[in-house]
T-cell receptor
Framework: GQNIDQPTEMTATEGAIVQINCTYQTSGFNGLFWYQQHAGEAPTFLSYNVLDGLEEKGRFSSFLSRSKGYSYLLLKELQMKDSASYLCAVRDGGNSGYSTLTFGKGTMLLVSP | DAGITQSPRHKVTETGTPVTLRCHQTENHRYMYWYRQDPGHGLRLIHYSYGVKDTDKGEVSDGYSVSRSKTEDFLLTLESATSSQTSVYFC????????????FGDGTRLSIL
C-alpha cells in the first residue's frame, strides 16, 4: 500500500518563498507528481520527479530523495494567485499506465498581502 | 488543455436512484481514471481503464461500476446511490508514458439526498 503525508495548511506572505513537504511510504515507486488545485477547480500538473535531485520550472521547483521517501515543492516570489491546494501523488509499480497514482490529502496554501 | 469533458457538471438525486457520470476525451489516450474527492480524504481512485473493455478496481470501488465501450468514453455508474457517495468526481486521462501526468476533467459535483 501507499501512505503519503503532507501538512494540512500553510500560510505565507506575497513575495516570500514557501516549501511544502511530502513524505511517502510505498510498496512500489515509479515517480512523484505535484499538482495545484484552486478551490472548485480541477487539479493541474506542476512537476514530476523520478530521479533524486531538483527539477526547476520557473517560480516552482520540486525535489526528490528516494532513499528518504521525501519530496518538497518550492514556490518562489509568491503571488496571491498561488493560494491553492497542492497535491503530492506517487506512482506505484510498473512503467506503464497500469500503474496508478496515490494522492496525499493536499496542503492548503494561503498567501496573504 | 487536455480535451476532457465531464457530464453532468452538477447533479442532485435521491438515495436509491441509479446515477451515471460520463467522461469524454478527444485526446485518444489509452488510460482513463475515475476519482472521488472528499474533505479530509483527498483524491481517491475508484476505477480505471487501460483500454476498451479493460477496467480494474481502485481503492474505493465498492458501490461503483464502470464501462468503456469506446476509447473516448468512460462511464461511472452508481447502481443505487447512497448519501455516502455525495462527493466531487473527477475523471482523468493519460497516454501511459511514465513521465507524463494524468490530466483531469473539471469534475462533477454529485449530491445524494
Amino acid at each position: 500500500g501507499q501512505n503519503i503525508d503532507q501538512p494540512t495548511e500553510m500560510t505565507a506572505t506575497e513575495g516570500a518563498i514557501v516549501q511544502i513537504n511530502c513524505t511517502y511510504q510505498t510498496s512500489g515507486f515509479n515517480g512523484l507528481f505535484w499538482y495545484q488545485q484552486h478551490a472548485g477547480e480541477a487539479p493541474t500538473f506542476l512537476s514530476y520527479n523520478v530521479l533524486d535531485g531538483l527539477e526547476e520550472k520557473g517560480r516552482f521547483s520540486s525535489f526528490l530523495s528516494r532513499s528518504k521517501g521525501y519530496s518538497y515543492l518550492l514556490l518562489k516570489e509568491l503571488q496571491m494567485k498561488d493560494s491553492a491546494s497542492y497535491l503530492c501523488a506517487v506512482r506505484d509499480g510498473g512503467n506503464s499506465g497500469y500503474s496508478t497514482l496515490t494522492f496525499g490529502k493536499g496542503t492548503m496554501l494561503l498567501v496573504s498581502p | 488543455d487536455a480535451g476532457i469533458t465531464q457530464s453532468p457538471r452538477h447533479k442532485v438525486t435521491e438515495t436509491g436512484t441509479p446515477v451515471t457520470l460520463r467522461c469524454h476525451q478527444t485526446e485518444n489516450h489509452r488510460y482513463m481514471y475515475w476519482y472521488r474527492q472528499d474533505p479530509g480524504h483527498g483524491l481517491r481512485l475508484i476505477h480505471y481503464s487501460y483500454g476498451v473493455k479493460d477496467t480494474d478496481k481502485g481503492e474505493v470501488s465498492d458501490g461503483y461500476s464502470v464501462s468503456r465501450s469506446k476509447t473516448e468514453d468512460f462511464l461511472l455508474t452508481l447502481e443505487s446511490a447512497t448519501s455516502s457517495q455525495t462527493s466531487v468526481y473527477f475523471c482523468a486521462i493519460s497516454d501511459g508514458y511514465s513521465n507524463q501526468p494524468q490530466h483531469f476533467g473539471d469534475g462533477t459535483r454529485l449530491s445524494i439526498l
